[in-house]
């Protein structure tokens, strides 16, 4: 089923925080870890970070759908252990956080809290996979994008255009929601950034980059969006930038970002080393 619900037995396999001194936080399960105790050598890797506007920390998950909490966010369950057609590409929070959606690369959903399932592509006919999940900002829907740029509404959500079907430079790699406008913002790999129903306030699409484009967050306000590249690099368009690691990029790619407020973020990396930034800590 792609409907989920809460009888997903939690993981038993031990989790571990570890906070260094370069203001990194790694998470790690004793049953995937490197010879440094802190980095998994082996699938399945850290795919998504999700934080909620109204709540200090932020979640995790694997493509196998584990899901890690730190703050006063809640882990409610995850896909761990069940068996999966297709690996979990992203998750999305409750603006409470008091539940979250997990997405997987071929549209099915699960809920997960207090969350609710408003429908998913599973079982449809894709031409390209699904890379990322948006909720709207009453958290009764939510948005799918494809690689292509297409866009799937459920929900409250509205469906104001997608680029499904036109020429991309590079794919669709994340999509964000802006809470002013009830609209949202795609990003491409090579920092195109796509509006619908919402204000453009910029993009790399014309520059040249040292690694791709991975995610995009948006200001829990809507006020801007920040995109961030596989490096580490952030870009940042009508909110502060308060740091990076681009010019000291970890070992293993970044593939997520997520708000603290409109102030301060924290980047994911798929071996779990996640960053903090601004007014962030690792709570």
């Known amino acids: 089923m792609n409907r989920s619900n809460n009888s997903f037995r939690r993981a038993t396999r031990m989790v571990a925080l570890v906070t260094l001194s370069s203001g990194f936080v790694v998470v790690a399960t004793s049953a995937s870890v490197g010879a440094s105790g802190l980095e998994p050598t082996v699938p399945p890797y850290w795919v998504g970070i999700s934080s909620a506007g109204a709540t200090p920390g932020y979640l995790v998950v694997t493509s196998a759908g584990k899901v890690f909490a730190r703050g ?42 207090t969350a609710l399932f408003y429908g998913s592509m599973a079982g449809q006919l894709l031409d390209k996979p699904i890379v990322g999940i948006a909720p709207t900002q009453d958290g009764r829907g939510y948005w799918l994008v494809a690689s292509d740029g297409g866009v799937f509404a459920f929900g409250d959500a509205g469906y104001f255009g997608s680029m499904g079907g036109q020429r991309l430079n590079k794919p669709i790699v994340g999509m964000a929601a802006d809470a002013a406008t009830g609209g949202y913002w795609l990003v491409s790999a090579d920092g195109g950034v796509f509006s619908f129903h919402s204000p453009f306030y910029g993009g790399t699409g014309n520059l040249t980059l040292n690694q791709p484009v991975t995610a995009i967050e948006a200001a829990p306000d809507g ?34 970002i997520a708000a603290n407020g409109n102030s301060g973020y924290w980047t994911l990396a798929e071996n779990g080393l996640i960053s903090t930034h601004g007014s962030t800590t690792g709570v």
């Open 72 to 113: 006063t966010q809640r882990a409610l369950g995850g896909m761990q252990g069940a068996s999966l057609n297709k690996p979990i590409v992203g998750v999305a929070s409750l603006p409470n956080g008091e539940g979250y959606w997990l997405v997987a690369s071929d549209g099915g959903v699960f809920a997960f809290g």
């Open 223 to 256: 006020s801007g969006y920040r995109i961030v590249a596989s490096d580490g690099g952030i870009f940042c368009f009508n909110l502060p930038f308060e740091g990076s690691s681009g010019t000291t990029p970890p070992p293993y790619p970044v593939v997520g």
